[in-house]
T-cell receptor, first 114, second 113 residues
């Protein structure tokens, strides 16, 4: 099992640029989650999908953030335009849609916006 | 709403010391409880879980007991190793489909030789 795959591992960009983060969940998992981790705020849930449908996007900070899941094996998180305060580690996680099913996390994308 | 409170960190221990990391929760229903661990440069991974009151989750020498009366799920290990150095997160999930995890802020554990 390849696990959850995220790309890129590191992204450095200038303020105002568009950033796209990518995630491939574990095959067979039907729930997908995007988290953001910072020292100040800890781990924050941004959005999650079930069967490719967004269920809860209340954690998305503002309209600059958008997420899509066009099929069961791929999701993107886009920030446009990016700002320095978006600098964080962004994690994607997947699971079976069950309260007992654990989340499997990718290794994250470290985003730095200068 | 649901919330998870972890003790303030960081925690530094010597190898073979006893570890306790406190975690309490607030939930409207009957949640499942989890401990996740994050090693440097990696994502979180499940350490152990308990799905109902009085259940004990255990893995790699770590244990935690689901205490409904005190709404707690404290993590313990009798003898820590340097390789246990990581960030530990307590989390809860309401049961049922489309449930999501609520995480605590995490605590950094450093174990020195």
């Amino acid at each position: 099992d390849a696990g959850v795959i995220q790309s890129p591992r590191h992204e450095v960009t200038e303020m105002g640029q568009e950033v796209t983060l990518r995630c491939k969940p574990i095959s067979g998992h039907n729930s997908l989650f995007w988290y953001r981790q910072t020292m100040m705020r800890g781990l924050e849930l941004l959005i999650y999908f079930n069967n490719n449908v967004p269920i809860d996007d209340s954690g998305m900070p503002e309209d600059r953030f958008s997420a899509k899941m066009p099929n069961a094996s791929f999701s993107t998180l886009k920030i446009q335009p990016s700002e320095p305060r978006d600098s964080a580690v962004y994690f994607c996680a997947s699971s079976l849609s069950s309260g007992y099913s654990p989340l499997h996390f990718g290794n994250g994308t470290r985003l730095t916006v200068t | 709403g649901n919330s998870v409170t972890q003790m303030e960190g960081p925690v530094t221990l010597s190898e073979e010391a006893f570890l306790t990391i406190n975690c309490t929760y607030t939930a409207t229903g009957y949640p499942s409880l989890f401990w996740y661990v994050q090693y440097p440069g990696e994502g979180l991974q499940l350490l152990l879980k308990a799905t109902k009151a009085d259940d004990k989750g255990s893995n790699k020498g770590f244990e935690a007991t689901y205490r409904k009366e005190t709404t707690s799920f404290h993590l313990e290990k009798g003898s820590v190793q340097v390789s246990d150095s990581a960030v530990y997160f307590c989390a809860l999930s309401e049961t049922g489909a489309n449930s999501k995890l609520t995480f605590g802020k995490g605590i950094t554990l450093s174990v020195r030789p």
